[in-house]
């Protein structure tokens, strides 16, 4: 390990620092000798300028630790060992490799991500963490990057309503407000203070919250358990943001079967919100409405200005200037449209699906950074992808990302943050500038890299099945660097169809897929799509 002033034979890798934050910028690229820090002796060991193995934060990419061909490399390192690490390739049967990705690697260190806020420059959202039981955290990032843990034992972050739940949280002025899993009541937690009940200890549960700030009120739906006769009973209601828990809940809206997506106009002035009825799923068929909201905070003049019984609407929401955009599937695509001056206008006509299945609260695939600029996740037969679209012309324009899978799409005029998936990362977190369109990656669902020696890559192929109908798949080819398998010895091959009515095939990395083709088994998979 050498300063250098380039050359060939030099690698310029990235900066590292080490506890007293000094810096050490250039590393010989031939060497196999570890690199350790003046100070502290903490050795940190690199291959071709990719560091694999460090103390320190987490979060950081350079402390992941790497599985494969990199791990062996590093045991070499350890060990006092120079020269190649690298296994000689094995002849060997599909089925029969040897794989380090292992069913332990799978679960450790696993985080679910969840619903994403904004509040100005922080950021929160909610964290399921299988070594805690699969509690939800709601976890807090600072403007200065730093990352808080908001939710204590025992609160679990997570609401039953319509027993799919989402929507579990909203943040304002750093003041968190949550439904509790355990008793499914309402909780108020300031900063750097403990939870406060705001809802008596009932049968009631509460989801989709929304801060109505003009009146210093929760807005939310409430799913009413109470009489155990009935089914239960959706409702819109409000409650006063220092609720102290005996009460004060009041309703603005029932009669129909469910209700989801309340959301306010800037000036607080309207209410829209989606409803329906049985036997539709909201993907059937839902109606959007909006209302005016009097001098006493009730509902008034309702009005439905889209869906019914065979159009479902999705996720209605307003755009600084005060119009109400939503997605609807009239067109058989899950298209954008708003409501304008008493009508509804297409903003961007397309063979494409801008909306997805609402199975739980607070889903969003699109957002607003501008009042005439939305920044969208859509796909199609033809193209998909992430991208600003302009609301008067319908124009859309590419947003180039290493991602594949697209969600919780949440912004402001500064920032996009979103949930994202590729075939070679199973999770990410990831902010958006507005401006320059550079991604950071904010947390990852595992701290674990596979060597992409390891990693199978999805192949979109079809083929045709019985009617005529053309079916839709992902392949899986068996990977691994350290085994191929005999000439003419053809693999068997596992296929896996997707879940049904709505779900769709993802190319998101999957550890669990990737356990079968690094041991030599292909799969068919996520995905037999029929049309």
Not at 70 to 88: E, H, P, S, T, W
Request: aromatic share 10%; charged share 20%; net charge negative.
């Amino acid at each position: 390990v050498e300063d250098c002033r380039g050359g060939e034979e030099w690698y310029n890798g990235r900066q590292a620092e080490c506890h007293n934050r000094t810096a050490y910028r250039h590393y010989h690229i031939r060497s196999l000798s570890p690199f350790c820090c003046p100070e502290c002796l903490q050795k940190r060991f690199y291959i071709s300028g990719v560091l694999l193995h460090a103390g320190g934060d987490e979060n950081d990419e350079d402390n992941l630790v790497f599985v494969g061909r990199m791990q062996a490399f590093r045991y070499n390192l350890i060990k006092g060992k120079r020269g190649n690490a690298m296994a000689d390739v094995t002849l060997a049967p599909y089925g029969s490799w040897k794989s380090p990705i292992t069913t332990d690697l799978i679960v450790a260190e696993t985080r679910r991500f969840g619903l994403i806020a904004l509040d100005g420059q922080d950021i929160y959202w909610i964290e399921g963490r299988p070594s805690e039981g699969g509690r939800n955290v709601i976890v807090h990032r600072s403007a200065d990057g730093t990352l808080t843990d908001t939710t204590p034992q025992p609160f679990n972050a997570r609401t039953r309503v319509h027993e799919y739940g989402g929507g579990d949280f909203a943040v304002d002025d750093g003041t968190i407000y949550f439904t509790n899993y355990s008793d499914q009541r309402l909780y108020r937690q300031a900063p750097n203070a403990e939870p406060v009940a705001m809802t008596p200890a009932n049968e009631m549960r509460y989801a989709d919250l929304i801060v109505d700030k003009r009146r210093q009120r929760l807005i939310c739906v409430c799913e009413d358990h109470t009489d155990m006769s009935r089914e239960a009973m959706n409702l819109l209601v409000s409650l006063p943001l220092d609720s102290d828990g005996e009460g004060g809940v009041q309703i603005l809206v029932a009669g129909n079967d469910f209700y989801s997506n309340p959301c306010l106009s800037p000036d607080g002035s309207k209410l829209a919100y989606l409803t329906w009825n049985h036997p539709n799923m909201p993907w059937d068929g839902t109606e959007l409405w909006i209302a005016d909201i009097d001098a006493d905070g009730f509902i008034s003049g309702a009005e439905r200005i889209a869906g019914g019984p065979t159009e479902a609407i999705f996720q209605p929401q307003w755009s600084p200037a005060g119009e109400l955009y939503f997605v609807s599937d009239r067109t058989n695509w899950w298209n954008i449209y708003r409501w304008h001056n008493n009508e509804i206008q297409a903003v961007c006509p397309k063979e494409a699906e801008f909306g997805t299945p609402q199975w739980f609260f607070g889903m969003s695939t699109y957002t607003f950074v501008a009042p005439e600029r939305i920044v969208c996740w859509y796909g199609g037969p033809k193209e998909s992808g992430l991208a600003f679209l302009d609301v008067n012309s319908g124009k859309l324009t590419p947003i180039d990302i290493p991602y594949t899978s697209v969600g919780s799409v949440r912004g402001n005029a500064e920032r996009v943050v979103l949930l994202v998936a590729s075939s070679t990362t199973s999770g990410e977190i990831a902010s958006l500038d507005v401006k320059t369109s550079k991604l950071e990656v904010l947390r990852r669902a595992q701290n674990t890299r596979v060597d992409p020696a390891y990693i199978s890559d999805a192949q979109s192929i079809e083929f045709p099945t019985e009617h005529g109908l053309t079916a839709y798949a992902y392949y899986y080819a068996p990977k691994n660097a350290d085994f191929k398998a005999p000439e003419g010895d053809p693999p068997p091959l596992l296929v896996s169809s997707h879940g049904g009515p709505t779900a769709a095939a993802s190319s998101a990395l999957r550890l669990g897929t990737q356990f079968w083709t690094s041991r030599g088994l292909p799969l068919d998979i996520s995905a037999l799509d029929i049309r």
